[in-house]
């Protein structure tokens, strides 16, 4: 939490600057965006409604293009893209249906085949054995998944899936895909469950043209396709135009009547600099197929239906960045990410590298084996040489992958490769807690020998890795908010560890930052906007105006949606009508956003935000329950809720709710935290400090859990056990300047002089 009286009290003499309105919050209820006073908001939409009467290309099938592009239809109907979601079928099952069984948990699943349907017995919702038909493959290799049917239009993946490789390379088997878990019928992550419902979690990536279609009053889907699989009209956009033209060849038909030309790769473009041995093409142009590409090889959620190819991406797409667990500090691969954020760090993006240059569209598959796909920039007389790789020729470690895209396993058996094309780094691996190919491999081998191997051959880096800032971010060193400005403003790393570092940055907030900040609120740089606009609500109120209210012009519709959500406490009757007219736009954008989404409880949690935001509380409870009744392990509804409760005085109410989140939430530190802060409110402090302690003693422990547990003790005159358990916490998070200030405050309350000058000389060494 940022402290306005203290650090930030010169940040408000700033804001009086920079606001040419002022203002203020709403005493009375508010229309959210989905009620709003249409004299608010009509003319903000009359300016998206387009009145001309516009043909709408459609969707035509792939097997309209064979015809014409037999070629690229047998490429692609060997791929994985062809092969993404099938009926189930002799043809497409490739597990063992021939009553085979397999045993998790002490539960045994039969699968089996009668009368021409495939069936598995297995766990169901209520913890029976029950039989359920298999309505559909979900992909082909290395594993298949199964798709089941269940009433309200949903289908559900089962989580035993098909090992697809050859039995040689361990295949032909049945697995669990969380054989580590413990999953009983009750649990989230059971295939039944919601986080195994494939309308939202899978469908829009594998079928073409997919339209999830939730109704949150029936709650219900009606989801439906063009093609079941990932078909043509996929990438390059619904056909009918372009039949159009095929058949009359319409000159005036822009791109042979698709949304958008893609190009084919032409390698004459790439000019070979002999004495770097690296190839460049000042004449790339690779947005339009990364953006395509990215729609579904990216990890981001959907933020507003109706892409296309064409479309833009940051207009339905809501991309994560370089956050833990998903990445590494340093952007390295760590969950599943899906590509694109570890392409945007490349060196290879930069350069104006694309999907089709290294892969194949249609197949799918490299265009080269080996390193062959690599020698197509990089000189091999120059690169695949042992003085380079410093490896035997023709081993394991001497190639291209082996050090510049290290892989890692999802799903057990997927293997998948880092695209970011780093240079390891093991001089940072133990200073930022990362990992590095060269000890990946050389498992008895330390981080300081690789370093040691590299800085004798190559010499030391050239330069600072963004790694280091985003490091001092997420760990709190005193130094982050200098390290995290220069990485920002720093145009040659990549934008995404630039926009990564903007999202810390609040945390860190001076008069020199709230300017940078603001600075980059007026660019035109999408990625930068949508950083800050995903941390705007994490911003101290009387600073969000004069940056979020540029955000709103953005012409991206995530981006300003976000800006309007972070905006909503506000008023807005004392700005012009201009601004208001695009604040209720991007507000109606926002909801529509969150109605979308509404099968999922972070969206029902948001909707009660936002009511909550604009005044209208008995809309916000009713929300937060409807999440808590959705999923009912769904921690920050039951948080959130509680924290409405005490803003209104209903204590009680905000301690009940937290009870009875206890046992059923994911994440009991955070209910056992605000448990006990809501009895110390009541003045329960026995109790309080009792809950304080679990939360601080969790596994999924924080910095803030062990130094407000810390504090509740020095409070209750325990000066001895705080400062016992601050050490402890020091050992764990040796970055926590909270934890450093209390080490050094109660230890000179204490009379200990020379232990608060050795804090402070951490605390000092942090900076």
Known sequence: MINIAGRN??????VSLLLLTGCSRDKDATPVADEPDDSKVSSAVSLQQNHLS?????????????????????????????????????????????????????????????????????EGMEGNLEEFPIAFTFGVAPLQQYLIQFPGGRLQALSIAWDSRPKADGGQRWFHLYPDEIIDHSDSLHWSGINQNWNFMCADC??????????????????????????CESCHGPASKHLEWAYSQQPNLENFGFPIELQKVNTNNWKMNLDSGIASNKAAKTSAEIQICAQCHSRRATFLPGASPGSQFLDHYNPALLQPPLYHVDGQINEEVYVYGSFLQSKMYAAGVTCSNCHEPHSLQLRSNGDGICAQCHLPEKFAQTEHHLHPINSPGARCVSCHMPAKN?????????HSFRIPRPDLSDQIKTPNACTNCHKGKSNQWAAEVLRDRFGPPERTHFGEALYAGFSGQVDAERKLSELIIDSQQPTIARATAITLLPQY????????????????????????????????????????????????????????????????ENYSEPVRQQFYLALREYVASEHFNSDRPESLANLAGLHRQRGNIHQAEAFYHRAIKKAPDYTP?????????????REKESENTLRKALGRAQGNAAIHHSLGLSLIRQGLHSEAISYLKKAAEAKETDSRYIYVYAIALHSADNPTQALAILEKGFEQFPTSVDILQALISINRESGDLEKAKKYEAFLAGNN
């Open 9 to 14: 009290s010169s940040l408000i003499v700033l």
């Open 54 to 122: 516009i043909e709408v290309p459609t969707y035509s099938g792939s097997t309209s293009c064979s015809g014409c592009h037999q070629k690229e239809s047998t490429a692609w109907e060997g791929s994985h893209h062809a092969h993404a979601m099938r009926s189930a079928s002799e043809k497409s099952v490739l597990g063992n249906f021939n009553n085979s069984t397999f045993t998790y948990r002490g539960i045994t699943t039969t699968f089996y085949k009668r009368e021409g349907t495939y069936y598995v017995e297995t």
């Open 206 to 231: 594998h079928s073409t043209n997919l339209q999830k279609n939730y109704d949150l009053n029936t709650d219900t889907f009606q989801t439906s396709w063009s093609e079941m699989n990932v078909a």
């Open 410 to 418: 999802y799903m057990l058996i997927d293997s998948r490769r880092d």
């Open 509 to 572: 907030l001076s008069r020199h930052s709230v300017q940078l900040l603001q600075s980059i609120a007026q660019e035109d740089q999408p990625l930068l906007s949508l950083a800050l606009a995903q941390s705007l609500d994490r911003i101290p109120e009387p600073l969000r105006p004069p940056l979020g209210i540029p955000l709103l012009y953005e012409p991206e519709r995530v981006t300003r949606s976000l800006a309007a959500n972070a905006l909503a406490a506000f008023s807005m």
């Open 637 to 649: 509804a039951y948080i959130n809720l509680a924290d409405l409760y005490r803003a209104e005085g």
